[in-house]
């Protein structure tokens, strides 16, 4: 509920229109919580000179 939330504001407050995660591979609960969004995993990538785990997180489905 609370990452639900997050995205609602980071979308309809903040105006962002593209949204990622950036996880650490071995965070088996944020990759879990991504899943569950429904976001993907783009690609590897380096932060701060690790690996990390790029998704992009789907937008939202606007009604018909």
């Keep these: 509920e609370a990452t639900q939330a997050a995205l609602a504001h980071a979308r309809e407050e903040a ?3 593209r949204l990622i995660s950036l996880i650490d591979p071995r965070n088996e609960r944020s990759l879990r919580v991504a899943a569950k969004l429904g ?3 783009e690609r590897m990538t380096e932060w701060n000179g690790a690996p990390t785990c790029l998704f992009r ?5 606007k009604p018909a």
Excluded: F, I
Excluded at 57 to 61: A, K, Y
């Design 15 to 17: 105006g962002l229109r």
């Design 39 to 41: 976001s993907k995993q």
């Design 57 to 61: 997180v789907p937008d939202p489905v």
